[in-house]
């Protein structure tokens, strides 16, 4: 018990001396284990920072892709529109006078002939002025032909007249030759032969002056005449015209063809000018195309044309380009060359494409659904593995309906994405699966 005590004093004292350089030892040690942690989160933060970020997956269902080609490129451009009768084709009836309407006899879609009635109206006033202009232009003829008649007898007079001043000229003058060779004879006096002289004088005036009043007689009935039948034509106009209105109460179709409009009904009161109905041949359509105004200023009169009625495609070629803007298109009519396919009707909707020019042996690939021609775009092009995609500038030139010229930044063979990647604009990878 003893010697247990007397070590564990010595221990007690042991314990007791300072150990001071211990101490130092065990701060520095803590203090390299502290620095050494640090710059470990530092270095390993550091490298989590450089790491670039994983790339999207796209469904490679849901992009569009397509591989660069050269060749020749058909430059198109398109444009909706619809079938519209053509000028020489279309015919629109308007009101000739006021009028009500009282019959239909036609409904829209009706297949109508030239003498087709569409409808009937009323106006007792045009059919009581249609009477009064038939009599008018019988009155004038009637006067016409008693002016005539009385015109004739007084030239008839006139004729007598001058007939038989001219036999006494005839016969005064035979006198005055005979009393001449009797006095040169000797037989009569010379004061018989002067009075014989005289007198066939006399009446060789008297005859000129028949002569010429005869004359100037035919010239005043001609006049007379002229004037009477101005006053019969300008009522037998008056009369056409009053029956012309009288007979467009009812309302024909005026050509062969379908019946497209008759915006009426019984009971109507319609005024001069007001349209009636619209009736055009099926056989002669036209399309009207609305062109983007940036793609219609290559568009040129005479260029062929296809237009697409969803039922069958026609031949056409372009026969006026609008020189106006509306809502940001250009309206381009298309005559048709082709033969109509069945349905083809006026308003029909339909798909225009017009051709531009054809450039040769050059690089081009589908159209991208963002981006202009003549500009820098940006698409995804397909690496090798065919996994992946880098985005890449693409310079482009003329663009077409359906592809558009490449002239810088991809090669012949190469695959891009033609699918909107607007959503992906701040990666330059992408990954397909």
């Known amino acids: 018990m003893e010697r247990n005590g007397i070590l564990s004093a010595l221990v007690e004292d042991i314990m007791d001396i300072a150990r001071p350089e211990l101490k130092a030892q065990k701060r520095r040690r803590r203090t390299i284990i502290v620095i050494l942690a640090v710059l470990g989160v530092a270095s ?16 490679r269902g849901t992009v569009w892709s397509d591989t660069v080609k050269r060749g020749p490129m058909l430059r198109q451009v398109r444009g909706l529109g619809t079938l519209v009768p053509s000028q020489e084709s279309l015919r629109q009836i308007p009101a000739e006078t006021e009028a009500t309407v009282v019959r239909i006899r036609m409904l829209p879609g009706s297949q109508v002939q030239s003498d087709s009635v569409l409808l009937e ?4 006033q045009t059919e009581q002025a249609a009477v009064d202009a038939d009599l008018q232009l019988k009155a004038a003829q009637a006067e016409y032909q008693s002016l005539r008649v009385k015109l004739e007898s007084d030239l008839m007079n006139q004729k007598a007249g001058a007939a038989t001043v001219h036999a006494d000229h005839a016969q005064a003058i035979r006198q005055a030759d005979t009393d001449k060779a009797l006095y040169g004879l000797g037989v009569i006096s010379g004061l ?40 019969v034509d300008q009522m037998r106009v008056l009369a056409q015209l009053k029956q012309k209105q009288l007979d467009a109460l009812k309302v024909r179709a005026g050509i062969n ?6 915006p009426l009904q019984v009971g109507q009161h319609v005024l ?4 009636l109905a619209k009736v055009v041949e099926p056989n002669h359509l036209m399309a ?32 006026r380009v609008d020189p106006g803007v509306q809502n940001g298109t250009v309206t381009v009519d298309v005559k048709l060359t082709g033969d109509l396919p069945k349905g083809a009707r006026p308003d029909l909707s339909v798909d225009g494409t017009i051709d531009l020019e054809r450039l040769d042996n050059v690089l081009y690939v589908g159209r991208p659904a963002l981006g202009q021609e003549n500009g820098t775009i940006s698409l995804f092009k397909l690496l090798p593995d065919g996994q992946n995609a880098v985005r890449v500038p693409v310079r482009v030139g003329r663009a077409s309906v359906n592809s558009i010229q490449v002239l810088e930044g991809l090669h012949e063979g190469d695959t891009v994405i033609l699918s909107d990647v607007s959503r992906w604009d701040n990666t330059d990878r992408i990954r397909l699966e």
Not at 47 to 59: G, I
Not at 213 to 221: V, W
Not at 257 to 262: K, Q, R, S
Not at 290 to 303: C, F, L, M, S
């Open 288 to 319: 009207s195309i609305k062109v983007a105004e940036t793609q219609a200023r290559d568009v040129q009169i005479g260029e062929p044309a296809s237009i697409d009625t969803h039922n069958g495609v026609i031949t056409g070629m372009v026969m």
């Open 121 to 124: 109206m009323s106006n007792p």
């Open 272 to 275: 001069p000018g007001t349209m």
């Open 192 to 231: 018989a032969y002067k009075a014989s002289k005289e007198k066939g004088d006399e009446l060789t005036t008297r005859n000129d002056l028949e002569n010429q009043r005869l004359e100037s007689n035919q010239r005043a009935i001609e006049s007379q005449m002229a004037q009477e039948q101005a006053k």
């Open 257 to 262: 063809g379908i019946l497209v409009d008759l």
């Open 44 to 59: 390993v933060s550091f490298a989590v920072s450089r790491l670039k970020p994983a790339a999207p997956t796209v469904e």
